[in-house]
């Protein structure tokens, strides 16, 4: 177990819905992210949070938008997506973001399928 | 030109094989490399990594870098069926949060 959990597991949605992603980190982390797992990609990261500011931003679509309350907590907010936006996305969090040392905890991601 | 390059694969080998997994990369600025481990249905888990150049070994797996090349590599020794999985190679510049993920090598350890 990672220490970090992901509702739900698997998601099926219109394009017309809204709907969100939730993750929880329990490791007492400062750092959370957000990354897009597409097949035959690589891991693209979204979003980007410490202490719950927004530190990066990837040209992400405004059809997902991230929430941080705390730095236990972090959401994805999705609507009128497409059916492209069909991936696995995927929590990871980490004690900072001070340097490439800190190791990213992931979790077991959510499972999206837009239709 | 992608930042970083990985073999797909999938990659099946018997139990027992010596298994190679690698990378190149394009950014001479790389200074951390990393490998990650998916399980099916399971977020990616940090396996090994290592700064600059050189070898670094952890039980039956091995991680190489060659910053001449610009080519990073696992090794893993006397695979088991337990080592089937999704291999990610990661890499970042020293001072920054953003990593550069490979696609992923898909490897099958056959019993």
């Known amino acids: 177990e990672t220490g970090v959990t992901q509702t739900p597991r698997h998601l099926v949605m219109g394009m017309t819905n809204k709907k969100s992603l939730k993750c929880e980190q329990h490791l007492g982390h400062n750092a959370m992210y957000w990354y897009k797992q597409s097949a035959k990609k690589p891991l693209e990261l979204m979003f980007v949070y410490n202490f719950k500011e927004q530190t990066e931003n990837n040209s992400v679509p405004s059809r997902f938008s991230p929430e941080c309350p705390n730095s236990s907590h972090l959401f994805l907010h999705l609507h009128t997506l497409q059916p492209e936006d069909s991936a696995l996305y995927l929590c990871?969090?980490?004690?900072?973001?001070?340097?490439?040392?800190?190791?990213?905890?992931f979790g077991p991601g959510t499972r999206l399928l837009v239709l | 030109q992608k930042e970083v390059e990985q073999d797909p694969g999938p990659l099946s080998v018997p139990e027992g094989a010596i298994v190679s997994l690698n990378c190149t990369y394009s950014?001479?600025?790389?200074?951390?490399f990393m490998w990650y481990r998916q399980y099916s249905r399971k977020g990616p888990e940090l396996l090994m990594y290592t700064y600059s150049s050189g070898n670094k070994e952890d039980g039956r797996f091995t991680a190489q870098v060659d910053k001449s090349s610009k080519y990073i590599s696992l090794f893993i020794r006397d695979s088991q069926p337990s080592d089937s999985a999704t291999y990610l190679c990661?890499?970042?510049?020293?001072?920054?949060?953003?990593?550069?993920f490979g696609t992923g090598t898909s490897l099958t350890v056959i019993p």
């Open positions: 990871a969090s980490s004690l900072g973001v001070a340097g490439a040392q800190e190791t990213q905890y």
């Open positions: 950014n001479s600025a790389f200074q951390y």
């Open positions: 990661a890499m970042s510049v020293w001072s920054g949060n953003q990593f550069y």
